[in-house]
């Protein structure tokens, strides 16, 4: 079992950066891991993803350029630097674990744990 706990949100400026934090127990957290995100009224979408092993990424053509996805195992803990953020990105933002090694994965079926989330909003 992994439990998942998502921090580092909360209200910004358009323009403004944030780091989200992803920080895991139990398993062993080398795992791929994704970020998605919900904005009210729509449906929850892929934000970006990180391997298991390679730390490969893959990001949403929306946040491609502006986000980055980085993992410290030792920590256990995947982070979402998230810059140059624009109105369109207020959402709950969550993080999911994948039961593989592989990756990344852009679907959210290939995710087995899920975070609580953690709440960014971007004011213009």
């Known amino acids: 079992q992994v439990q998942l706990v998502e921090s580092g949100g909360g209200l910004v400026q358009a323009g403004d950066s944030l780091r989200l934090s992803c920080a895991a127990s139990g398993r062993t957290f080398s795992r791929s891991v994704g970020w998605f995100r919900q904005a009210p009224g729509k449906e929850r979408e892929f934000v970006a993803s990180i391997s298991g092993t390679t730390s490969n990424t893959l990001y949403a053509d929306s946040v491609k350029g502006r986000f980055t996805i980085s993992r410290d195992n030792a920590k256990n803990t995947v982070y979402l630097q998230m810059n140059s953020l624009k109105p369109e990105d207020t959402a709950v933002y969550y993080c999911?674990?994948?039961?593989?090694?592989?990756?990344?994965?852009?679907?959210?079926?290939?995710?087995?744990?899920w975070g609580q989330g953690t709440q960014v909003t971007v004011s213009s």
């Open positions: 999911a674990a994948s039961p593989n090694y592989g990756g990344p994965y852009y679907h959210a079926s290939n995710y087995d744990y």
